[in-house]
């Protein structure tokens, strides 16, 4: 009878359980843009405001999935990604970041845990967008992979100072990135590279994630982290699907990227 | 038996449930100012560079709770609030709102609703934080329901245009405000002379709300909605504690306030 029970109830939480990340799951997956997609047809407004209105919505996860950033916003988008704006937009945010991991008290367990992104997040592909429009072609994953192979991305600056300071308050790192497990080694090779190092896990898709959105196979990963017993205090990724779904992180930070949407 | 087994997977349905409430109210409630607040004192770029990345980083989350803006950035929240900046995000979030809208399809059951904030989300407070600095003065709540008495903030043009049109497209609307029961009459008052009316509900926090956070209060009552039978396909806002927590709408969408922050 005892098992019984136990089996009922855990199916009633996994029926929980499912009914949450569905709900939690419910942007639209299309990535056809919409009828009315060119802002310019929208507003007679300075091309910056509007941009920025853009990029803000974008930013507040106000935007339905797109593919390449408008066209009008060409210049607004290479302006930004290689001016101070952008620089500035991700040490506010690292900022933050830092200051809440100082304050948030620790189980000192060893269990405390941050995950990461990687592209855009520790390392940045800057170089690759520049030759690609800052997000004006569509994604090109062939070319994308080797770039990926060059091992050559940088590291943002703001987010390496951050990642250090994690580090040395005895937070556990967890590295979770949508690259492929083939790419594990180049990836590694690219981090320690830009002064990344001392990771506690570095997860990459492996053969059964693959085409799982960003958001169910992160959520999947964090899920597994929470099972092995880490408390994920903190999750920085450029992506709302870094940060979305269940379980979350305590706290969640969304760096700055204008140049593509991932589901 | 069989009521015992009820019994316990409630419990357990019950405990799931509070767990992933309080799972999704992770935010620190401290709105003492953290130690390192002067943004000038953190950057050494351009004013309007640093005040965007404020601005920025709030209406992503990302930030801890805050009292007041920046003081550095008075005159830009000023400029932002009272120019063509603010209007144009505003004009934006509420398009994209609408093409979700038209494109969501409904289940023609009249169960289908819409929740929309009131306060900087349906009608403007500027008039009033104008008088008070746009944010720089700390909230006094005796001043402000001396304004909401007057019942005179006006429509914010593209949410009454947005508000119109998933009317028109046959979705319930429910107002959901952090203004009290005592303010029903003024609230309807204001809403009819800015140009909303026949909404289904409009729930304002009763006696037993007080003293919950918004998350939490807005959070129990979009679960009644859904108990009561309403699918909730979209939520706009000014504060993510409009669209956090349990249960979330379908899709959510965050409108600009550089103003204030409410918990």
């Not at 009008?72 to 830092?98: I, K, N, P």
């Not at 800052?134 to 090109?140: A, C, S, Y």
Request: net charge negative; aromatic share 10%; hydrophobic share 40%.
């Amino acid at each position: 009878m005892d098992l019984l029970l136990l089996l009922l109830l855990s199916l009633a939480l996994s029926a929980v359980a499912v009914a949450h990340h569905e709900h939690l799951l419910p942007r639209p997956l299309i990535l056809d843009p919409l009828p009315e997609t060119l802002l310019s047809d929208r507003f007679d407004d300075d091309p910056f405001l509007v941009c920025n209105a853009w990029r803000f919505a974008g930013e507040a996860n106000n935007l339905s999935p797109w593919k390449t950033i408008p066209p009008e916003c060409a210049a607004f988008v290479a302006d930004y990604a290689t001016g101070r704006a952008y620089a500035v937009d991700l040490e506010m945010v690292a900022r933050e970041a830092g200051a809440y991991a100082r304050d948030v008290g620790l189980g000192g367990d060893g269990m405390d845990a941050w995950v990461f992104d990687v592209d855009e997040t520790l390392i940045s592909n800057l170089p690759y967008y520049a030759e690609h429009g800052f997000g004006l072609e569509v994604f090109n994953v062939h070319e994308f992979d080797k770039w990926v192979d060059e091992a050559s991305a940088p590291a943002i600056p703001s987010s390496l100072k951050l990642y250090k300071e994690i580090l040395d308050l005895g937070i556990k790192i967890v590295l979770l990135t949508g690259r492929s497990e083939g790419q594990r080694h180049v990836t590694i090779y690219n981090l320690n590279n830009a002064g990344y190092e001392n990771w506690e896990k570095l997860i990459l898709r492996g053969e059964h994630d693959h085409g799982k959105t960003a958001t169910t196979y992160k959520s999947e990963k964090r899920s597994e982290l929470e099972i092995e017993g880490y408390r994920i205090l903190g999750n920085s990724g450029d992506q709302w699907s870094d940060l979305q779904g269940f379980p979350t992180a305590s706290r969640s930070f969304k760096l700055p990227n204008p140049m593509y949407y991932i589901p």
